[in-house]
């Protein structure tokens, strides 16, 4: 096998892994919403911060103790982003909806090349351009129907789209300087004891009464696999493919937060919403495209 097509075969596998990524934080956001609603805004974070340090304290003890100072320094970096990204989103869904929010949020997609052309003065191909520009007018297709309001939760939604920008080009700058899961462990660490002092300044510690089994379930869902699991896999994936290929994948968590919020019955279902899943994917797969172009041409005809 070729080293090419080797290599084009490690970043699809990488890129299979930030679709299962998607789909999980996808299907994370009406429980995010629930929590949001039911507990107060920033203690719905915090306590779902504070149960994932506990897993990763008590899963890998070692490999945080071995950390260095360097490598505290550069996960602080996705740590202040992330901070943003769930304090906008958190309040955001107070005063919007789980849909909405999936795709307001999507936006980033657009936004992640612009930042690397700006930031890294590398202008991203044709490809990756034109894959992101449809797949954000599927997400404006899918989000804004005929009379839908842009509404304060939606202006929150939108701040977190841009910190969520960021947070995709930190994980990517960050997984190829510490260790992933160490990465994990320690921004995580640090997400928690921020977020808990944040939520004793700003709110009253909730009432023993708040923590219904559905809410103690939620909390568990959202720590254990769209906090622990998903970024152990984002940061691994990251240290393979682009930050523009990874934006564009992680615009099918607005289709994949869509279809659960219907089905689950937060919202109703949208023939328009249909078109715009349809945009999504094929944004996702020009990008994909662009890769497999590359590969045939380096190696010749792909092999069977």
């Not at 490598?71 to 992330?82: C, V």
């Not at 129907?145 to 939760?153: A, I, Q, V, Y």
């Not at 977190?160 to 080009?169: E, I, N, P, S, W």
């Amino acid at each position: 096998m070729s080293e090419a097509k080797s290599d084009y075969r490690a970043v699809l596998a990488a890129d299979l892994t930030l679709v299962l990524v998607s789909f999980i934080w996808g299907a994370g956001i009406p429980l995010s919403a629930v929590l949001a609603r039911e507990l107060t805004p920033l203690w719905a974070v915090a306590l779902r911060m504070l149960l994932a340090a506990v897993f990763l304290i008590i899963l890998f003890p070692k490999v945080i103790a071995a950390s260095t100072l360097r490598d505290w320094k550069i996960s602080f970096i996705q740590t202040l982003i992330l901070v943003c990204v769930f304090v906008s989103m958190t309040f955001g869904l107070v005063y919007s909806t789980a849909s909405k929010q999936a795709f307001i949020g999507g936006l980033n997609v657009i936004m992640v090349p612009l930042f690397v052309w700006g930031i890294y003065r590398l202008r991203p191909s044709a490809w990756i351009f034109a894959g992101a520009a449809i797949t954000t007018a599927g997400l404006l297709v899918m989000g804004f129907t005929p009379g839908m309001e842009f509404n304060f939760g939606d202006f929150l939604s939108f701040i977190m789209a841009v910190f969520y920008a960021l947070q995709v080009l930190g994980a990517g700058y960050c997984s190829r300087r510490v260790e992933p899961v160490r990465l994990v462990a320690l921004h995580i660490i640090m997400l928690a004891v921020i977020l808990t002092a944040l939520a004793l300044t700003f709110e009253p510690i909730p009432a023993p009464a708040a923590f219904a089994p559905k809410i103690l379930w939620s909390l568990l869902c959202v720590s254990l696999c769209n906090t622990v699991l998903c970024f152990i896999l984002q940061f691994k994936a990251q240290k393979v493919t682009t930050d523009t290929h990874a934006a564009v994948i992680f615009s099918l968590e607005g289709l994949f937060g869509y279809i659960i919020a219907v089905v689950s019955g937060q919202d109703p279902f949208h023939l328009q919403g249909a078109l715009g899943g349809l945009l999504i994917i094929i944004g996702m797969l020009i990008t994909e495209l662009e890769g497999l172009l590359k590969a045939k041409t380096k190696t010749g005809k792909p092999e069977a």
